[in-house]
């Protein structure tokens, strides 16, 4: 393989800009081509491709977001839109292409293989919902970004003796929610994978701290499972205390990378581009068991991902 192609796809996440950089440099110094694709998939129909080399990709390894930008494209899920893709890829000789990203990502790549164009998968969102992997590009930083701005609140929250009912990215996932509330001492924690009764784990359990003179409160809600400001408003008219609500919204995906991120962005780049070099595609690199492995896109995307109950449980024990 001597030309290669490298995109991004689906939400920015911090580290994918180390990634991108891993692709370029370890194919250049395999005497490879490789083309950056703007904007995801559908830069691959529109044909918004450039050329890259070792200097393309210097002083980007502690940028946030991506330096390929992102897109969603729905022309690409329909057949006309991928044989447009395929097309640019012969024009260019793209022989092979690495998708950073998430699942709507891996599934793109998937069909791409599927159609004679090798690809292969970089896990790449904040929400670590990649149920193949242990671990996804951007979620360190993010979990860092919410810490520092619930610590933040919490000052605020504590000088005014309020209660604080924060949303936290992730979607159907809530593995950012479950670690950044027991990173910052949430006193209720509510995630979409674990049914919770309001009455129960949230107005209850602030009624039993407050028997032990507790007067502020952080309470950590999923963005899968919303609701927060009438949550708020439940607390104040219940439990008697001041009570907010804060989405803390996209501000979560920015900022320069971690050095986790920087480091786990580095090597599933370089793994991608080896992988390539012996002509395989149709593969995910995840990190399992804290090895870095390769699955196949289609086993990885029908896997399923069960939350940690242990770590719910001590959250709950230690929050009181």
Do not use: W
């Not at 980007?60 to 329909?78: D, N, P, Q, V, W």
């Amino acid at each position: 393989m001597k030309t290669i192609g490298v995109l991004t796809s689906g939400g920015d996440a911090p580290g994918m800009n180390a990634a991108i950089r891993a692709v370029v440099r370890t194919a250049c110094e395999s005497g490879m081509t490789v083309y950056g694709i703007n904007r995801g998939y559908q830069g691959l129909i529109d044909e918004d491709i450039r050329e890259l080399n070792i200097r393309s990709v210097s002083d980007i390894i502690h940028r946030g977001g991506t330096m390929l930008y992102s897109a969603r494209c729905l022309a690409f899920k329909e057949e006309e839109g991928m044989q447009k893709a395929i097309a640019t890829c012969k024009k260019f000789g793209i022989e092979g292409i690495v998708v950073i990203g998430g699942d709507g990502s891996f599934r793109g790549a998937r069909d791409l293989s599927l159609r004679g164009i090798p690809c292969i998968g970089v896990p790449g969102t904040i929400d670590n919902d990649i149920v193949c992997s242990d671990y996804t590009i951007g979620y360190d930083t993010c979990l860092n970004t919410i810490m520092d701005m619930v610590d933040r609140l919490r000052d605020t929250v504590e000088s005014h003796s309020r209660c604080m009912v924060i949303e936290v990215m992730g979607n159907r996932c809530g593995d950012l929610t479950l670690n950044s509330g027991i990173a910052v001492g949430a006193t209720a924690i509510v995630i979409p994978e674990i049914h919770s009764d309001v009455e129960k784990h949230v107005i209850e359990r602030i009624r039993r701290t407050q028997k032990t003179d507790k007067k502020h409160f952080i309470i950590m809600v999923a963005e899968g499972i919303g609701g927060v400001a009438e949550l708020a408003k439940k607390i104040q008219n219940e439990c008697g205390v001041e009570s907010r609500s804060m989405v803390l919204g996209h501000v979560q995906r920015g900022g320069s990378p971690s050095a986790r991120d920087r480091v786990m962005a580095s090597e599933m780049g370089y793994h991608a581009v080896q992988l390539l070099m012996k002509g395989i595609g149709n593969r995910v690199v995840v990190i399992k068991d804290d090895k870095m492995i390769d699955l196949d896109i289609y086993e990885a995307l029908n896997m399923k991902k069960p939350v940690d109950e242990t770590l719910y449980k001590i959250a709950h024990e230690i929050s009181i």
